[in-house]
């Protein structure tokens, strides 16, 4: 556990409460009931929350499995103790096999090399290579086409110590309003399944479904829901979403560096997109694009300072974005700023962000860089 310091040395931190992260492995949990397990997504330094922190977190709440992008990810969850399920979404490296089975980690399956690569290290290891076979029912990223599901998995088990686990796909289009896409990929996913039967393969868990299709699609929930965003209490970007209660597992500060007062007419940041219409308060944030912070929402982001928003004014630089501070009547530096959660009243969710700089609410906390120092605390109630 890091430190729990109330004001940290690093310009900026993230908060991150894993007891919220715990209560949403619960929700969603009692969302889908006893016969689907969820898979909490914590790739990418778990979303930028903190990749070891929110595993543990989600084991804690009840997680079936883990799934991480790489292998030295899956790697550092085994090196830190962690013993639940891991699952590699990457189509694999044979030359990470051996280490792959010796890790007890379960890999994504569609390439023939990795799979013979996974038998010869399961042989010599004298240990089970664990896969889950990956369909592309749609995406068009990584998988086998469902004519090839069936042989392929055939040709899976021919192989000495592999072990077939399970099977999935990935949803192009569950954010999307018209359900037609999401819906004909279920089809299709589940005529491989049907084919991997009548085969006399058993597909083990048949996972589909992502966070937003976990709250928009119940029939896509299958065996086991792979759960991102809802995992740090972010919702989907989506239409008609059934409720859940979550918690934010997230909050990011700063400080104003700096303050200052500008005249009217003075222009503010690179290419001085801004003109001051007014005199008033401006204060510097030590961090930019650099710490994650989007550039893109430049002139139309919103940051709290004493419980009240303040627009980002100018070009967000690469170690510094400016406040328009002018409806504080004051300000000091040092004074805490906001830039996604609660302060006072008010509150910014990292879909705000999203949406101020016209990205998806993925980006905003997996972007957050490694000068932002996270802070770990459990402070929600369990």
Same mark, same amino acid.
């Given at each position: 556990?890091?430190?729990?310091?109330?004001?940290?040395?690093?310009?900026?931190?993230? @908060?991150?409460?894993?007891?919220?992260?715990?209560h949403?492995?619960?929700?969603?949990?009692?969302?889908?009931?006893?016969?689907?397990?969820?898979?909490?997504?914590?790739?990418?330094?778990?979303?930028?929350?903190?990749?070891?922190?929110?595993?543990?977190?989600? =084991?804690?709440?009840?997680?079936?499995?883990?799934?991480?992008?790489?292998?030295? @990810?899956?790697?550092?969850l085994?090196?830190?103790?962690?013993? +639940?399920?891991v699952?590699?979404?990457?189509?694999?490296?044979?030359?990470?096999?051996?280490?792959?089975?010796?890790?007890?980690?379960?890999?994504?399956?569609?390439?023939?090399?990795?799979?013979?690569?996974?038998s010869?290290? %399961?042989?010599?290891?004298?240990?089970?290579?664990?896969?889950?076979?990956?369909?592309?029912?749609?995406?068009?990223?990584?998988?086998?086409?469902?004519?090839?599901?069936?042989p392929?998995?055939?040709?899976?088990?021919?192989?000495?110590?592999?072990?077939? @686990?399970?099977?999935?796909?990935?949803?192009?289009?569950?954010?999307?309003?018209?359900?037609?896409?999401?819906?004909?990929?279920?089809?299709?996913?589940?005529? =491989?399944?049907?084919?991997?039967?009548?085969?006399?393969?058993?597909?083990?868990?048949?996972?589909?479904?992502?966070?937003?299709?976990?709250?928009?699609?119940?029939?896509?929930?299958?065996?086991?829901?792979?759960?991102?965003?809802?995992?740090?209490?972010?919702?989907?970007?989506?239409?008609?979403?059934? +409720?859940?209660?979550?918690?934010?597992?997230?909050?990011?500060?700063?400080?104003?560096?700096?303050?200052?007062?500008?005249?009217?007419?003075?222009?503010?940041?690179?290419?001085?997109?801004?003109?001051v219409?007014?005199?008033?308060?401006?204060?510097?944030?030590?961090?930019?694009?650099?710490?994650?912070?989007?550039?893109?929402? %430049?002139?139309?982001?919103?940051?709290?300072?004493?419980?009240?928003?303040?627009?980002?004014?100018?070009?967000?630089c690469?170690?510094?974005?400016?406040?328009?501070?002018?409806?504080?009547g004051?300000?000091?530096?040092?004074?805490?700023?906001?830039l996604?959660?609660?302060?006072?009243?008010?509150?910014?969710?990292?879909?705000?962000?999203?949406?101020? %700089?016209?990205?998806?609410?993925?980006?905003?906390?997996?972007?957050?860089?490694?000068? =932002?120092?996270?802070?770990?605390?459990?402070?929600?109630?369990?």
């Amino acid at each position: 556990m890091r430190s729990r310091t109330r004001y940290p040395i690093a310009p900026s931190w993230a @908060e991150v409460d894993l007891a919220a992260v715990r209560h949403n492995l619960r929700a969603v949990r009692e969302l889908l009931g006893p016969n689907c397990g969820v898979w909490a997504v914590v790739k990418t330094n778990a979303y930028g929350h903190g990749l070891v922190e929110t595993a543990r977190a989600a =084991v804690e709440g009840g997680a079936a499995g883990l799934a991480v992008a790489t292998f030295s @990810e899956g790697a550092q969850l085994r090196r830190t103790g962690i013993t +639940h399920p891991v699952l590699l979404l990457c189509a694999g490296d044979p030359r990470r096999a051996r280490e792959t089975v010796r890790f007890d980690l379960i890999q994504t399956m569609c390439r023939t090399d990795v799979a013979r690569a996974l038998s010869r290290a %399961s042989q010599a290891l004298g240990k089970p290579a664990r896969a889950h076979l990956k369909v592309d029912t749609g995406m068009g990223r990584l998988g086998l086409s469902p004519e090839e599901a069936a042989p392929f998995a055939r040709a899976l088990l021919d192989l000495p110590g592999l072990r077939l @686990e399970g099977v999935f796909s990935h949803l192009a289009s569950a954010e999307a309003e018209d359900p037609s896409y999401t819906r004909l990929q279920l089809d299709r996913f589940r005529a =491989v399944v049907d084919s991997l039967r009548a085969a006399g393969i058993d597909p083990g868990i048949c996972h589909l479904a992502n966070s937003a299709a976990a709250l928009r699609f119940p029939e896509t929930r299958l065996g086991g829901v792979r759960a991102g965003l809802l995992t740090y209490g972010i919702l989907p970007d989506a239409p008609a979403l059934a +409720h859940i209660d979550l918690r934010p597992a997230l909050t990011w500060r700063t400080r104003l560096a700096f303050v200052g007062r500008l005249r009217p007419g003075s222009r503010v940041s690179y290419g001085g997109t801004y003109l001051v219409g007014h005199e008033g308060l401006t204060g510097v944030l030590p961090l930019g694009y650099a710490d994650g912070y989007p550039r893109h929402a %430049s002139n139309r982001a919103y940051a709290l300072v004493t419980g009240m928003r303040c627009p980002v004014v100018g070009k967000v630089c690469m170690d510094h974005t400016i406040l328009d501070l002018a409806s504080l009547g004051e300000a000091r530096v040092g004074e805490e700023v906001v830039l996604v959660g609660r302060q006072g009243d008010e509150r910014i969710t990292a879909n705000d962000v999203a949406r101020w %700089s016209g990205g998806v609410v993925h980006e905003v906390t997996t972007l957050i860089g490694n000068r =932002v120092a996270r802070l770990y605390r459990n402070r929600a109630a369990d």
